[in-house]
């Protein structure tokens, strides 16, 4: 069974549910209820275990739908129809003015920034007079079609689960896209992301926006189902408890989120029913429950229950996409032939009282392959990252085609046509190889998150992944383009990040040890492979441990020792410089 | 506002600082041995107040069965991990010692010490008796096993064991809240201020436990240890020190600080099972502030809160947690510029 | 020859699916230098934290002092006599250099480890002028000193050096190999792991050369230091 006809299956039987003759109400308000966790759930599989962003407070912007809608219909006499849009406006707004903060937390930050704005919530939930503190607001009217009372369960389930659906499409077609390699990049993959101009922050707040509108919009349907709105439901606790169905489904998985859900609503009512039959007092077990059970789901399983459950249906091929009309080309060797393409000129980078980069002065020409080696701690990683912007000079100016480059942002710079590879390896390990390549071409497409959430970005999809392709055929790994990126040795996943920076379309490559760990003969093919690209009018700067690599390869090779040039000229005059050996080798003490 | 109500709301915050900073203190050894953020800290104040208030009221705490329940699971876990390794007969002694005798030793001086009146110094004491051992306990069987997880799936775990012990709170020892009598009934006028002996105890207790904090920490080959553990974990292990060894130590002294905690506020103020959460959360604010990182600035920031919350209490008694709990963003956000960008570990 | 101090046999060492080590074999007598030279990724750290306990050995078997030492723990090798320098010293940089020493002994008698610092004091004098400092504001050499002398503290049979020599002036490294030509004297057994290679040679009774994971020579250090496979397998002129 393929994942479509089990999501066709799931949707059919669904839907069936209030229809066949003899469900119980009860079965049919109980389905009513995971749909609306479900909502949520998504949103925070997406947020966290996509984003890498743990919030805990979910529940604080269903708190905002609900509460919205309930002032709307009860205060104001609005439809509930219309308040529908002004609900997911708020929600969107608070999301958007708590994202701001939140998206820029770092690390373990993030959660614990969650959790005081999601008590500070719900504590102001409960203050509010307008809000009607802590009873909350009753007599929220239910929902209506064309005079049709969605009193009903019934149909109110038939409601919720068009939501709930609607809202794993549209999620799930966000994250096949431009934008959602983006997103999917942000938990492994920030930094490469970075270095090929996707805008993580502003990534982590569309993610974090899209989460909270999916909490609000099970907020609104939450009131008018309930038709009662206290503060309860929206605290820490719930928030928690949402956070535990997506951990259950299983991080990362949109229609997990539905499983995850479905188990903790049910492990839920199961125990509000059969504990108090056995020990007399309901609540009590239950937090210890759940406490137990995310432990020990930790313990024992840290992906979830979906990817077990996945298992089970044959995943969709992916096919190598269809060929089209290709993206516009920067042509190479235009410009000043004379001039170098970048030039370093009197380089230098401090840290504290250590020079990790003295005066040092090169040129990389255009074709032409240079090399800049020296043992450990010469500075090579330093100088690397003078040229990319990862690190600002103390002293000294690089200027790429004519122009300085020394004091722009790393994306800047690589919009200029400076593509990088890294030292480790920084591929997103789940993704296809395909889709790694594509990120390199991010800057190169335009479609935005709605063209991609409705499905009008496919055009421009097409150009990205068939450069993607033609670039991993380039390289030589097109056979490979359907794997994870992570299923694949190491020498090739260096050729990947190769086909990577190639995808961006630049006029300079800049490659960190690109040989490091590589067997013999993948050392050649990846020297035949540089060679290849020269012949095209490509130029490179590479950093390299191993002389033996770049020895038959690099046009001129830069030797730095203590962060000093020592060396500079072609091979078979380096490898005889005594300077050089020494630095290699060392003294006799 | 007049000078005595000034005055009034800063020794009401000074009094609820001190007990943060006791707090925070833990939080930080916690996170910086462990580097797991213990949520559950909070727990430790409430079992530790109730636990308290029971002995006062002459009757036994659940505490008792609490004990006896962890231990028993840690004893398992030990057992099982003990004939995975091949290494039962090796290890049955120590498990045996550390897992049963030593807890139920406690627990059963816990039984003697109950209803016959001995008074609040030995009524602390077995209070700190029956609550110590839970922090060690519960990081053998929650964190132990995923001692080398993400600092994000420890405190998703820390969360999950928050849950956990606020359920098994409710269960062992009920939903009513209880409130201790004073340990001492001394009033003492100081200027226009009225001094409690409360808070008397509150700021004795405070300094000498920071005391004894620092003569450990500073003097004691187990405290080297842990502060060693702390600054360098590979470092401690290349020394021979045990990680699993100071994560025990950090728990124990967490939870015996928060017994502590709640042996203090539990005249103060009524303590119900879910009541510790909220002030855990506060030494918490206190931790985040100084970085989960220095001790002095922890204290500082805890004497800070504990007078912000005193003052919004009086100006906006509604808004007081929100206006706490709100303080910590702006610190979050600072802390985060501040550090390096590092690739987030998985 | 008496039986081995360290005996690795056959390891294989992995990263995920790359093997940084490949069946590599060496043996360390009581009171024998031996050092392992190659260029940066040979996986010679990488051999020597699998040795420790810090990484897992996928295949092959390590012995110390005739005893397997595969369920043991770093903490556990501490205590039979095996210590590692690592190669970014991990010291405990906000604390001084006394209590830098007194960790080392952790693990001791406390009367024998008081008795191992005046040792330690006495083989590196510039640790006692500066037993009050912190750690982490010394100079790079003081610092590859106290992390020698921390070393020391455990009472090793066998101390394995990673790169003492890194970042360091020439001066200092001279002293660096002094000193652990002198450890020899008291019965030490010292396992470098080195890319300055002529003085690791100089300093060592058996030498290995390892490139890509694999031992690629081996013999007496004065033979490996005239050989000119060194030369090419540095500087790779294949």
């Known amino acids: 069974m393929s994942p479509r006809h089990a999501l066709l299956l799931f949707v059919a039987v669904l839907a069936l549910a209030p229809i066949v003759p003899g469900v119980p109400i009860f079965w049919i308000t109980l389905l009513g209820n995971v749909g609306l966790a479900a909502l949520v759930a998504m949103g925070l599989v997406l947020l966290t275990g996509v984003g890498g962003m743990t919030s805990f407070g979910q529940a604080a912007f269903c708190g905002f739908g609900a509460y919205t809608t309930a002032v709307l219909t009860t205060v104001w006499g609005w439809s509930p129809w219309a308040s529908l849009p002004v609900a997911l406006a708020v929600v969107g707004l608070a999301a958007a003015v708590l994202g701001l903060i939140t998206v820029r937390l770092s690390g373990h930050f993030l959660p614990l920034g969650t959790i005081a704005w999601g008590l500070s919530l719900y504590y102001l939930f409960g203050k509010l007079e307008l809000l009607g503190r802590h009873d909350g607001i009753s007599g929220v009217p239910p929902l209506s079609l064309a005079g049709w009372s969605l009193v009903d369960p019934r149909a109110a389930h038939v409601v919720i689960w068009i939501a709930v659906i609607l809202a794993g499409v549209l999620t799930t077609h966000l994250l096949d896209s431009r934008i959602g390699r983006g997103v999917r990049a942000l938990r492994k993959g920030r930094i490469a992301a970075e270095a090929f101009g996707v805008d993580t922050s502003r990534t982590k707040l569309v993610v974090f926006v899209w989460a909270a509108l999916l909490a609000g919009l099970s907020g609104w349907l939450y009131a008018h189902v309930q038709r009662t709105v206290t503060p309860a439901p929206f605290g820490l606790n719930a928030g928690i408890e949402y956070l535990f169905m997506a951990v259950v489904g299983g991080s990362g998985q949109i229609w997990g989120a539905i499983l995850g859900a479905g188990l903790v609503t049910l492990l839920k009512e199961a125990l509000q029913r059969v504990v108090p039959a056995l020990f007399g007092n309901a609540l009590q077990l239950e937090g210890v429950v759940f406490g137990v059970v995310l432990v020990v789901l930790l313990q024992v399983a840290r992906d979830g229950l979906w990817p077990h459950l996945a298992r089970l249906l044959k995943a969709a091929p992916r096919v190598r996409p269809a060929t089209a009309e290709p993206l516009p080309r920067r042509a190479l060797g235009g410009g000043d032939r004379a001039r170098p393409l970048l030039t370093l000129d009197r380089a230098r980078k401090q840290f504290g009282g250590l020079t990790a980069v003295n005066d040092v002065t090169f040129s990389v020409g255009r074709g032409e392959i240079v090399a800049l080696i020296g043992p450990n701690g010469a500075g090579k990683s330093t100088t690397f990252n003078l040229v990319t912007g990862v690190a600002g000079l103390t002293a000294g100016r690089v200027s790429f085609d004519g122009v300085e480059i020394s004091g722009s942002a790393p994306q800047t710079i690589a919009a200029r046509g400076l593509a990088r590879t890294f030292q480790h390896v920084k591929l997103e390990p789940e993704m296809t190889v395909l889709e790694n390549v594509a990120m390199g071409a991010h800057l190169r497409g335009r479609a935005g998150l709605l063209a991609a959430m409705f499905r009008l970005d496919r055009r421009d999809e097409a150009r990205l992944l068939a450069e993607a392709a033609a670039q991993l055929d380039r390289v030589g790994l097109g056979e490979h383009l359907a794997r994870p990126a992570g299923a694949l040795a190491l020498g090739q996943q260096r050729v990947v990040e190769i086909a990577r920076a190639l995808a961006m379309d630049p006029a300079l490559l800049l490659l960190d040890e690109p040989a490091a760990g590589l067997r013999h003969f993948e050392k050649q093919a990846l020297a035949e492979l540089l060679t290849k690209l020269r012949a095209e009018g490509m130029s490179v700067l590479l950093v390299e441990h191993d002389m033996g690599f770049v020895m038959g390869l690099a046009d001129r090779i830069v030797v730095l020792d203590f962060g000093t040039k020592i060396a500079e000229g072609p091979p078979d005059q380096v490898k005889t410089d005594p300077a050089v050996l020494e630095a290699y080798l060392g003294g006799v003490a | ?346 | ?238």
Not at chain 3, 179 to 203: F, K, M, P, S, Y
């Open chain 2, 1 to 346: 506002m007049d000078g005595t109500i000034l005055l009034f709301l800063l020794q009401d915050g000074i009094t609820n600082g001190a007990i943060y900073a006791l707090l925070g203190l833990a939080l930080v050894l916690v996170f910086a041995v462990t580097r797991v953020i213990f949520i559950p800290q909070g727990e430790f104040v409430a079992f530790g107040a109730l636990t308290y208030a029971l002995f006062e009221a002459g009757r036994l705490p659940g505490t008792v069965w609490l004990l006896l329940a962890f231990a028993g699971l840690a004893f398992l876990f030990d057992l099982v991990e003990a004939i995975r390794d091949r290494a039962l007969a090796a290890r049955l002694p120590r498990v045996v010692f550390f897992d049963l005798a030593v807890p139920g030793l406690l627990a059963g001086a816990a039984v003697f010490v109950a209803g016959r009146g001995f008074g609040p110094a030995a009524h602390f004491a077995a209070t700190l008796a029956l609550v110590g051992p839970l922090g060690p306990l519960v990081y053998r069987v929650a964190f132990r096993p995923i001692a080398g997880a993400s600092v994000l799936t420890l405190l998703i775990t820390a969360v999950g064991v928050h849950l956990a012990l606020v359920g098994l709170g409710l269960v062992f020892f009920g939903a009513e809240g209880l409130r201790a009598p004073a340990m001492s009934d001394l009033t003492l006028a100081v200027g226009p201020l009225l001094v409690t002996g409360q808070s008397l105890w509150v700021y004795a207790v405070t300094i000498v436990a920071v005391a004894a904090l620092w003569l450990f920490f500073e003097r004691s080959l187990w405290g080297k240890a842990l502060r060693a553990t702390a600054v360098n974990r590979l470092g401690a292990r290349l020394v021979g020190i045990r990680t699993g060894f100071a994560g025990s130590l950090a728990f124990g002294l967490a939870a015996i600080v928060g017994a502590l905690s709640g042996v203090l506020v539990a005249p103060m103020t009524t303590i119900y099972y879910d009541t510790g959460f909220l002030i855990g959360l506060k030494g918490f604010v206190a931790a985040i502030i100084a970085g989960l990182a220095s001790w002095p600035l922890t204290a500082a920031a805890a004497f800070a809160v504990g007078v912000v919350e005193a003052f919004a209490s009086f100006f906006a008694s509604d808004l007081k947690e929100i206006v706490v709990f709100m303080l910590i963003l702006p610190v979050l956000m600072w802390r985060s510029l501040k550090q390096v960008h590092v690739e987030e570990e998985d």
């Open chain 3, 1 to 238: 020859m008496s039986e081995a101090l360290l005996d690795i046999d056959g390891v294989a060492v992995a990263y995920g699916k790359v093997r940084a080590v490949r069946g590599v074999s060496l043996r360390v007598h009581a009171g024998e230098i031996v050092t392992v030279i190659g260029a940066n990724g040979a996986g010679k750290s990488t051999l020597l934290n699998a040795t420790m306990g810090a990484l897992p050995i996928a295949e092959g078997c390590v012995r110390f002092a005739g005893r397997d030492l595969a369920r043991l723990g770093v903490e556990e090798r501490v205590g039979l006599g095996l210590c590692l320098v690592p190669e970014r010293r991990e010291l405990f940089s906000t604390m001084t250099v006394e209590d830098n020493l007194v960790l080392g002994g952790f693990r001791a008698p406390r009367a024998v480890a008081r008795d191992t610092i005046a040792e330690v004091y006495d083989r590196f004098p510039r640790l006692k002028e500066r037993r009050d400092q912190l750690a982490g504001t010394m100079s790079g050499g003081e610092r590859q000193m106290l992390a020698m002398g921390r070393a020391l503290m455990s009472r090793p049979k066998l101390l394995m050096l990673d790169e003492p020599s890194l970042g360091l002036a020439p001066r200092i490294v001279a002293d660096i190999f002094r000193i652990v030509a002198d450890l020899r004297a008291t019965g030490v057994a010292v396992l470098l792991v080195e890319q300055n290679a002529r003085a690791a040679l100089a300093a060592a009774d058996h030498g290995h050369v390892m490139e890509l994971g694999e031992t690629v020579a081996s013999g007496p250090a004065a033979a490996l230091a005239a050989d000119d496979r060194i030369v090419e397998s540095y500087l790779g002129f294949h």
